[in-house]
């Protein structure tokens, strides 16, 4: 394993490497540090922590992550023993944290980046020396190149201010809301003919959403993709899409009124996913329930700057239950022509009897200016808020 530079306190650090606290070395990832992290690091209070966390994993190139592990060695205080070995009867040594810098294939000018710390060590500069050790172990990949994005939970916390100590500045917002049952009335219920039930697998609706993806990510661009790499990515079984609807209507002196449909343009659609357990109309197959995992957490992690870049494997959290989203239908949707209207009449109708869960960001416009009024009216609850925040320079 390469020793890294930064693993010989109390030393006086090089100038600009911040100085690590006494006890406390920095190695690569080993085989394990998940489990032990999981055990010093506190339940992960939000979806988005949960998210974040995954990151911390073993390094690799595909996706390219680097990942740092802080651990502290008994009797150490001045200085690390050999690699990976506490001093003779000085007791095992215990990880104390991590960083990971991970590419973000959906958004690759940035990459995303996640620092943490056991409580108990924190406030005494560790945080820091992780960032800053990260990044230097990414310094010979294409990671070196990109901006950083982190995400932590909305407020002024703790995450939120580590990160702007660190040079970051705050990006977009984002709510993940519950609309209650029946909370948008009778919206479009004498247009039913403008609602269309359509297969995820639908070029319509695969065309709307690249649009608005497109829209409402130009904060942080989305990759190129073909309408094919989109349906796969967001819109596929694998991502734990169940069902889809459209919202296409007529003018009432449209000629093509009566016609089909298919012709119509899309003003509003909306993508159902699965939750975790939710074993409706798949009959349980274990295959379905890896993506309805992966598709929980889909929404609760972000369709902006989504970590469904990451693999399956990492969405086997409740993420959506874990939110208080629990029993409802999780949504993605979107408005494509920027009329609220349309958006409320699809939302109406798929929200007749189920509450709904839905994703918005402060980039959504149309969406959120939904959501506001029926929080104002009381007939929907914010479960879970987080803020993205980025810094486009390494060198801070
Ligand atoms: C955020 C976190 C990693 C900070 O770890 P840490 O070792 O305490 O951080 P440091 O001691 O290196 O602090 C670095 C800077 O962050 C800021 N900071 C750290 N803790 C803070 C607190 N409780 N209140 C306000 N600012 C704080 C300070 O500006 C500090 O710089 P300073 O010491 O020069 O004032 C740790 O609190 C944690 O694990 N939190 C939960 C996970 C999380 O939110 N991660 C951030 C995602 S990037």
Do not use: K
Not at 162 to 175: D, H, I, K, S, V
């Amino acid at each position: 394993m390469t020793p890294m530079t930064s693993t010989t306190p109390p030393t006086p650090p090089v100038p600009g490497e911040p100085a690590l606290p006494a006890g406390v070395v920095l190695r690569e990832w080993r085989s394990g540090d998940d489990r032990a992290l999981a055990e010093i690091l506190p339940d992960a209070a939000s979806p988005a922590q949960l998210a974040a966390r995954a990151l911390l994993r073993e390094p690799g190139d595909s996706p390219l992550v680097r990942t740092v592990v802080a651990e502290v060695r008994p009797g150490s205080a001045s200085g690390p023993g050999s690699e990976g070995e506490s001093p003779a009867g000085a007791g095992p040594a215990v990880v104390v944290g991590a960083a990971a810098i991970a590419e973000s294939p959906a958004h690759p000018q940035r990459a995303w980046v996640h620092v943490e710390v056991a409580p108990e060590e924190r406030g005494r500069g560790l945080g820091r020396a992780l960032l800053h050790a990260v990044l230097a172990q990414a310094q010979d990949t294409e990671l070196s190149e990109l901006g950083l994005r982190a995400r932590v939970p909305a407020g002024e916390g703790v995450g939120e201010s580590f990160a702007r100590a660190l040079g970051f500045a705050e990006l977009y917002g984002t709510r993940i809301v519950r609309i209650d049952a029946g909370a948008l009335g009778q919206a479009g219920a004498d247009a039913l003919e403008d609602l269309q039930v359509i297969d995820t697998g639908s070029v319509a609706l695969t065309r709307a959403f690249a649009e608005w993806y497109e829209r409402v990510n130009a904060a942080d661009p989305a990759a190129e993709m073909t309408l094919g790499q989109v349906n796969m990515r967001f819109l596929s079984e694998a991502a734990g899409a169940r069902g889809a609807a459209l919202w296409r209507p007529a003018e009432a002196d449209d000629p093509m009124r009566d016609t089909d449909i298919n012709r119509r343009p899309v003003t509003a659609f909306a993508v159902s996913f699965a939750q975790e357990g939710d074993s409706a109309g798949e009959g349980g197959d274990p295959e379905s329930v890896g993506g309805s995992a992966r598709g929980g957490a889909h929404a609760a992690a972000g369709v902006a700057g989504t970590f469904a870049d990451l693999s399956a494997e990492d969405w086997t959290t409740p993420a959506l239950s874990a939110a208080g989203g629990e029993g409802a239908t999780e949504l993605t949707a979107g408005s494509v022509n920027g009329d609220p209207q349309d958006l409320r009449a699809l939302l109406a109708r798929l929200s007749v009897e189920t509450s709904v869960v839905l994703e918005v960001t402060s980039q959504m416009e149309t969406e959120s200016a939904v959501v506001d009024s029926l929080l104002d009216a009381g007939s929907a609850a914010v479960l879970a808020e987080y803020t993205t925040l980025v810094r486009d320079s390494q060198d801070a």
